[in-house]
Each structure stands twice: as structure tokens, then as C-alpha cells.
């Protein structure tokens, strides 16, 4: 399952987050996903300090264990995200069933 993932870092802590995002070492901000999760790509609004990621993952539970380690800094909107060839058979397949 591909997953959309878009987050926006509490107010009060954006400056924080910068600091601490500047201060990481790259390589291990881009492995700190665990290995059942395939990142395919992050994106980071700088300005408003909010970010976008598309991930793959067998399940959505190894998705909330690892996103759940910034909850308390960070707000979440996830959805689950289909290409047009698996979006195509996923409507025609529900439609089938009425």
C-alpha cells in the first residue's frame, strides 16, 4: 500500500525543529524509517516548517508505530494512495459489488 503522507510541526516548536533537523546527521534522517516501510520520496516546506512524504508499507501499523514517535510534535494527515491503473480496478471492482 502507498501511503501520502503530509505533516505540519506545532508552532511553538518549529524553531526547534529547524535547530534540531539542522544539527541531524543526513544519512541517519534518511534511515530513521523502519526497514518494512519503503520511502519513495520527502519533501519539506521550509517556510511553514510542514512536510510531505510517499511511502510504501505492508500495513498501516508499522506506519502509526513509526510516526507516532513525533506525535507529540508534530500533526499528521495520512491517506492511502492509489495509481491510476490501481485506482481504475479498485472503483470498478467496488462498483461491481454495488
Known amino acids: 500500500m502507498k501511503f501520502m503522507i503530509s505533516w505540519i510541526v ?13 544539527e ?3 544519512a541517519v534522517y534518511k ?14 516546506d521550509l517556510i511553514n516548517v510542514r ?10 501499523d508499522d506506519l502509526a508505530h ?6 507529540d510534535q ?3 494527515d495520512i491517506a492511502i494512495v492509489h495509481e491510476d491503473d490501481e485506482a ?6 467496488a462498483l461491481a459489488e454495488g
Not at 506545532?10 to 526547534?16: A, G, I, V, W
Open 51 to 60: 512536510g510531505f512524504a510517499l511511502c510504501e508499507a505492508d500495513n498501516g
Open 66 to 71: 513509526w510516526l507516532l514517535q513525533w506525535n
Open 31 to 44: 534511515s530513521h524509517h523502519p526497514d518494512s516501510i519503503k520511502l519513495l520520496g520527502r519533501w519539506l
Open 24 to 26: 541531524m546527521d543526513i
Open 74 to 76: 508534530v500533526d499528521f
Open 10 to 22: 506545532h508552532e511553538e516548536l518549529r524553531k526547534q525543529a529547524l535547530t534540531d533537523f539542522a
Open 88 to 93: 481504475h480496478r479498485v472503483v470498478r471492482g
